[in-house]
């Protein structure tokens, strides 16, 4: 049956509903709440699976510099790792101490906040904007590629778009009351009889509150440094444009940039007590180097790179992207792009009328200074990746993420308002009177579920799942690590294994670790089958990096094979060293030779070593890479292997020792091979070797008091 003309019109002032001028705040609210509950679930869904595994910076983020505040190391800034300043530190280790080194403990930090910053966007750019501006963006922000890759792991990063976006909406709440008046006593007054009106209704709270979140953002991330020079271009502007408002607001602003300095002052000056702990921002700073040294091609380059990240080339590092993958596809750069033409269109038309001096209505006038703050926040947002390596870096950028999403949901917000800027209605009866409002309406939500769903479709599949089964993104998250994880959780009575790494630094033994359910029980030994095999616990899991040649005759795959990852567990034999343990010479922190064989064909000195006693080893406490200034970070146990002449001159050495030290047992067994290929001509008459810490030199002895083991080359 052919519908009425009634019908049709009932139906579109029900889309009408949906967004815009004709929705409920009832209805408002329920679908900010859909939102940010989708949001939520999407940052928690998997969390400790995807990303696929730990990274470094993850890793020293908690256990290094987070651990140091439930340690009682209290500080405005830290040191570690090229400087990190102290907010998110302390939030993380609230966390660490509720439940432990652990996905819990260590990501569900950032998904709380990625998710915070969701209905604090939909806040501003409503308070900008509109109500559908504000629903779009935090609609777009929750499905992005970018919002959940920094809301599901233990970064800082993700602490900045919570504290601009909160500091920008109570600065715009100030500015929107402008008057200064009524009188601090009546603030006083206020303050104590009723705490909502103070923050509604007086703007000197509202900037004092913005301050507040200014200087969170101080204590969080280099980048936030940089929004108070965002408002004083914006301050800057509105004396130019609106010198009325200038007027009303010109005290407030005065005040919430003292309150924003005071409360730096602790970071000052402890950042001039330690001017070397921020080296990170001079090495990252090739352009800017380049520049003032006459070379501007490189800060081109990085300019246009950064402009590019949004529709056409983005971050090209595996940690954080699939390289070189644009913010949005093509719909989401056409929306993002128009609103951001749109937005110089606005400003523009303010400064245009200004000069030629007409009248500006009130909502004109916002709106044209609104698009402006807008253009200030998003280029100071990205600028730092004009400056700095790598180019369209979504880390470095992090500032501008919710200025992002909000301006590529403009041209949406525009739809529900006519030509000049006025909106058609007020209420959604209008819009089942006028055939137009009625189109008007439908193109409106056929927009933002245009641009919602283009985002959706095409970030959440890329970041669940195109981005976690690179190859590369599982090396850098050491994916096969967790997978090994995976596999003796699922079998209890495997406690004892060992397992292949490069040993750089404690990261694979403490990414295994946090993903062990029964950490506490469970003893891997590490080595570098390169140049080292376990023979006791004889069951190890290899692949990475692939075990030396003269090893894998020694390895025997387990039957039914088992593979996790790329590893694959495979078995020596326990008994190859065992009739040599009485043989053994002993040093004095619980380590043992057994044997020792040099092929003066291939230069390999093969060592067999066997765990006497538990060991006994300096203190080793984890250090962040890069370490503090002025703090060794480096092994304190090695092996030293020389070859000497007949006379006792040295020829060559090799030290190494290619098993982590720290998960050693007692009974443990292994060998490992030392590299040592004779200069042109010379003769080596004797094998020299034995144990040192590196730190100091200090050779360790044996129980009988030799500082070596000397043995003669037939």
């Known amino acids: 049956m052919r519908e009425s003309k009634w019908c049709v019109h009932t139906r579109a002032g029900g889309y009408a509903k949906l967004l815009g001028q004709g929705m409920s705040r009832r209805r408002e609210f329920g679908l900010m709440v859909a939102i940010t509950l989708v949001a939520f679930g999407l940052r928690l869904w998997q969390l400790g699976h995807l990303p696929p595994g730990w990274r470094d910076d993850e890793l020293i983020n908690s256990l290094v510099i987070s651990q140091k505040v439930l340690d009682g190391n209290l500080a405005v800034y830290y040191p570690?790792?090229?400087?990190?300043?102290?907010?998110?530190?302390?939030?993380?280790?609230?966390?660490?101490?509720?439940?432990?080194?652990?996905?819990?403990?260590?990501?569900?930090?950032?998904?709380?906040?990625?998710?915070?910053?969701?209905?604090?966007?939909?806040?501003?750019?409503?308070?900008?904007?509109?109500?559908?501006?504000?629903?779009?963006?935090?609609?777009?922000?929750?499905?992005?590629?970018?919002?959940?890759?920094?809301?599901?792991?233990?970064?800082?990063?993700?602490?900045?778009?919570?504290?601009?976006?909160?500091?920008?909406?109570?600065?715009?709440?100030?500015?929107?009351?402008?008057?200064?008046?009524?009188?601090?006593?009546?603030?006083?007054?206020?303050?104590?009889?009723?705490?909502?009106?103070?923050?509604?209704?007086?703007?000197?709270?509202?900037?004092?509150?913005?301050?507040?979140?200014?200087?969170?953002?101080?204590?969080?991330?280099?980048?936030?440094?940089?929004?108070?020079?965002?408002?004083?271009?914006?301050?800057?502007?509105?004396?130019?444009?609106?010198?009325?408002?200038?007027?009303?607001?010109?005290?407030?602003?005065?005040?919430?940039?003292?309150?924003?300095?005071?409360?730096?002052?602790?970071?000052?000056?402890?950042?001039?007590?330690?001017?070397?702990?921020?080296?990170?921002?001079?090495?990252?700073?090739?352009?800017?180097?380049?520049?003032?040294?006459?070379?501007?091609?490189?800060?081109?380059?990085?300019?246009?790179?950064?402009?590019?990240?949004?529709?056409?080339?983005?971050?090209?590092?595996?940690?954080?992207?699939?390289?070189?993958?644009?913010?949005?596809?093509?719909?989401?750069?056409?929306?993002?792009?128009?609103?951001?033409?749109?937005?110089?269109?606005?400003?523009?038309?303010?400064?245009?009328?200004?000069?030629?001096?007409?009248?500006?209505?009130?909502?004109?006038?916002?709106?044209?200074?609104?698009?402006?703050?807008?253009?200030?926040?998003?280029?100071?947002?990205?600028?730092?990746?004009?400056?700095?390596?790598?180019?369209?870096?979504?880390?470095?950028?992090?500032?501008?993420?919710?200025?992002?999403?909000?301006?590529?949901?403009?041209?949406?917000?525009?739809?529900?308002?006519?030509?000049?800027?006025?909106?058609?209605?007020?209420?959604?009866?209008?819009?089942?009177?006028?055939?137009?409002?009625?189109?008007?309406?439908?193109?409106?939500?056929?927009?933002?579920?245009?641009?919602?769903?283009?985002?959706?479709?095409?970030?959440?599949?890329?970041?669940?799942?195109?981005?976690?089964?690179?190859?590369?993104?599982?090396?850098?998250?050491?994916?096969?690590?967790?997978?090994?994880?995976?596999y003796v959780n699922s079998e209890p009575e495997m406690t004892d294994f060992g397992v292949s790494g490069l040993l750089a630094g404690p990261w694979d033994r403490l990414a295994l670790q946090n993903s062990l359910h029964n950490s506490e029980a469970v003893r891997p030994r590490w080595f570098n089958a390169e140049r080292a095999l376990l023979l006791s616990p004889p069951l190890s899991f290899v692949g990475f990096p692939e075990t030396a040649v003269a090893y894998q005759q020694l390895l025997n795959p387990v039957a039914p094979p088992v593979t996790a990852g790329t590893y694959s567990l495979a078995q020596t034999e326990a008994q190859m060293l065992a009739d040599r343990s009485e043989e053994r010479i002993c040093f004095a922190n619980g380590l043992c030779w057994l044997t020792a064989v040099y092929d003066a064909g291939n230069g390999r000195l093969e060592l067999g070593w066997q765990v006497g006693e538990t060991l006994q080893l300096p203190e080793m406490p984890l250090i962040s890479n890069p370490p503090p200034p002025g703090v060794y970070a480096g092994p304190r146990l090695q092996v030293f292997a020389q070859l000497l002449d007949a006379s006792g001159n040295f020829l060559i050495g090799d030290d190494g020792l290619w098993v982590d030290p720290v998960t050693l047992q007692p009974g443990d067994t292994f060998l490992q091979q030392h590299w040592l290929i004779l200069p042109e001509g010379s003769v080596a008459a004797t094998v020299a070797f034995g144990l040192y810490d590196p730190m100091t030199g200090e050779r360790i002895l044996t129980t009988d008091g030799r500082d070596h083991l000397r043995l003669e080359i037939p």
Not at 118 to 123: I, K, N, S
Not at 176 to 182: C, L
Not at 377 to 402: D, E, K, N, R, Y
């Open 80 to 486: 570690d790792a090229s400087g990190h300043e102290a907010l998110y530190h302390a939030l993380n280790a609230i966390m660490l101490g509720l439940f432990g080194a652990n996905w819990v403990g260590i990501r569900l930090l950032s998904a709380f906040l990625g998710t915070l910053a969701v209905p604090l966007t939909y806040l501003l750019g409503r308070k900008l904007f509109g109500r559908t501006v504000g629903l779009v963006a935090a609609a777009g922000l929750a499905f992005s590629f970018w919002g959940l890759m920094y809301g599901r792991f233990g970064l800082r990063h993700i602490t900045m778009p919570v504290l601009i976006t909160a500091a920008f909406y109570f600065f715009w709440r100030g500015f929107e009351k402008g008057d200064w008046r009524p009188e601090i006593r009546d603030w006083r007054r206020f303050a104590i009889s009723n705490p909502q009106s103070l923050i509604s209704n007086y703007p000197i709270t509202n900037y004092l509150i913005t301050a507040l979140f200014i200087s969170l953002g101080f204590y969080t991330y280099f980048a936030g440094r940089g929004v108070p020079l965002i408002l004083l271009a914006f301050m800057g502007v509105v004396w130019l444009l609106a010198r009325p408002r200038f007027q009303q607001n010109w005290r407030g602003w005065g005040l919430m940039l003292v309150g924003t300095a005071v409360l730096a002052i602790p970071l000052i000056l402890t950042l001039q007590a330690q001017p070397e702990a921020e080296g990170r921002v001079t090495e990252l700073a090739v352009p800017l180097v380049e520049a003032q040294a006459g070379n501007f091609e490189p800060l081109q380059e990085y300019i246009v790179t950064t402009l590019g990240m949004f529709h056409a080339t983005g971050d090209d590092e595996w940690l954080y992207n699939i390289p070189n993958r644009p913010l949005f596809g093509a719909v989401g750069a056409i929306f993002f792009w128009g609103g951001v033409l749109l937005a110089l269109a606005d400003g523009l038309w303010l400064l245009v009328a200004r000069l030629r001096r007409r009248a500006i209505a009130p909502a004109t006038e916002k709106r044209g200074l609104a698009a402006i703050f807008l253009l200030l926040w998003w280029l100071a947002g990205i600028a730092p990746a004009f400056i700095s390596v790598p180019p369209a870096s979504l880390g470095h950028t992090i500032l501008a993420q919710p200025a992002t999403y909000i301006l590529a949901a403009l041209i949406i917000g525009r739809l529900e308002i006519g030509p000049f800027g006025f909106t058609q209605g007020k209420d959604w009866r209008f819009f089942t009177q006028s055939p137009i409002s009625n189109l008007q309406s439908l193109l409106t939500v056929f927009a933002a579920m245009l641009l919602i769903g283009s985002i959706a479709t095409r970030d959440l599949p890329d970041y669940f799942q195109r981005w976690p089964e690179r190859g590369m993104v599982r090396f850098l998250y050491r994916a096969d690590i967790q997978d090994v994880a995976d």
